[in-house]
């Protein structure tokens, strides 16, 4: 679609510790951040592309084999999706 027919909407997550997927303990120091698109569902006709910026967080284990992590996005969407989970549900 031409740029005049797409809703990009930018967000990005709340701020907060969030659990390393491995070995669960809690992660708080910023490792990087980097923005992902995910497609939406249309609105008014209109594509919708949400352009999300994601924090990568440390794991604060030494003995976890994981080092860094993405942040979850919850609802909006799984893990390495391109689409947001009300797009995928449809």
């Not at 510790?17 to 980097?34: D, S």
């Amino acid at each position: 679609p031409s740029p005049d027919h797409v809703v990009l909407l930018t967000a990005a997550t709340t701020p907060g510790p969030w659990p390393c997927p491995v070995c669960g303990k809690l992660g708080t120091r910023i490792h990087g951040r980097y923005q992902r698109q995910l497609a939406d569902v249309p609105w008014q006709g209109r594509s919708v592309s949400l352009m999300m910026e994601v924090r990568r967080l440390l794991c604060p284990s030494a003995d976890c084999p994981r080092r860094s992590f993405a942040e979850p996005l919850g609802d909006i969407a799984r893990p390495f999706a391109r689409r947001s989970c009300r797009l995928a549900d449809i």
